[in-house]
């Protein structure tokens, strides 16, 4: 069916109208029924027969592969009735609330890795060596765990359909763009959040909306010369101080790739929303640290360039080197106290200092090699020419963020 939206008062990309080129009655019951399940509690969602679900869900989710496009390419229209085009009540909102949940049923959740397929996986084979890691080096040191080491079988690598489906090559990765332009933005949500359709709620007018600068993405590189960090989309990040976001389209989307071939890591936040396979590690991890959530980044670098300036987080991180080869360089922690979550972000950055030759290591992660960095242990990461060790020179890596909350601490 044909598909566009049109502007409403409020001028949120989210909250426009979708015209249907269809007859008035079948639009109608579309509304209807998009109505009647955002009305829905869970219980009474759960009652819907399972058949009638999944193929109303499949439908709602073609419209919406139709409604997004259309938004990317920002076709918004004036708000006038034409002929065979029936101007909706369904906003991109209501849409995607919909959508958001029919997919909250048991068929659809993504189911979790167990945490003993997840702790072999990141430490190897032997028994003792997570309980060496836990009384020897959490939240007290570095720790690099090299692929040939953990003895892994085939099985047993469980970010293999991940890497699998991105196609990756020594070149300008071609997925770039086919990933960014499906991805939808990912609003923060709390570890502690019980009802979900209370989340909903907040989120109000913006869900369903592309990636905003900031919140879901970032395209930047770290100038060695004055260690700072420069954003590609400088504006974007300038509308995201005054207007408080700042929405991407498909041109800057493309532009992602020019950003890369010019030295820019384009970081990506809320893989664990974003990729089953991905959200199934992330929810194994948690168990096995017994934390409340684990948030997924994921960072790609051109040779011979740094992304983010030397800092230290407020959480824990594993880096899981996927692609590529990364040079990072781990300093002594500056402070006896460990960060808290959420503290000032400010405070996370770590003021260029002398630091001996003797009190930094050096670690070189290649593929499927992981690296688990203590919260407040400032680092920084870059990636070579390639060639000369046979490496692509570009990196692609995941971070998973181990988040210890104040209750656990």
Known sequence: MPVSICSVDDGSVACCKIRIGEDEFPVLLLTASIILINSCSIEQLEMIPRSLSETFLAFLKKLWAEVHNEMLLANTMKSSQEANIYISDIRINILAESIFR????????????????????????????????????????????????????????????????????????????????????????????????????????????????????????????????????????????????????????????????????????????????????????????????????????????????????DHCVFVCQLFGTKQWTLFPQPNVQLPRLYDPLDSLYVAEAEVSVAECRKILLKEGDILYVPRGCPHEACTDNGGSNGSAGCSLHLTFGIEVEPPFE
Not at 276 to 287: K, Q, R, V
């Open 102 to 313: 029919l997919s909250i049923s048991s068929s659809q959740v993504t189911p979790t890795l167990p945490f003993e397929v997840v702790k072999r996986s990141i430490f190897g084979l032997r028994k003792s060596s997570f309980e060496d890691f836990m009384l020897t080096h959490w939240e007290v040191s570095p720790f690099l765990i090299q692929r040939l080491s953990r003895a892994l079988n085939e099985g047993d690598d469980i970010f293999s359909s991940f890497v699998q489906s991105l196609h990756l090559t020594k070149t300008v990765p071609s997925f770039l763009s086919s990933i960014l332009q499906n991805l939808v933005s990912c609003f923060p949500i709390a570890s502690d959040e019980l009802d979900i359709l209370s989340f909903l709620k907040e989120v109000g007018n913006k869900l369903g909306c592309p990636i905003i600068y900031e919140q879901d993405i970032r395209v930047l590189r770290t100038e060695r010369q004055l260690k700072r960090e420069v954003h590609f989309f400088k504006e974007s990040l300038d509308s995201c101080y005054k207007k408080g976001s700042h929405i991407f389209n498909i041109d800057e989307v493309k532009k992602c790739e020019e950003a890369y071939k010019e030295g820019y890591t384009v970081a990506v936040r809320g893989m664990e929303f974003r990729f089953e396979s991905i959200a199934a590690i992330a929810n194994g991890l948690a168990s096995l640290f017994g934390q409340p959530s684990v948030g997924v980044n994921m960072y790609l670098t051109p040779p011979n360039s740094q992304g983010l300036a030397r800092h230290f987080d």
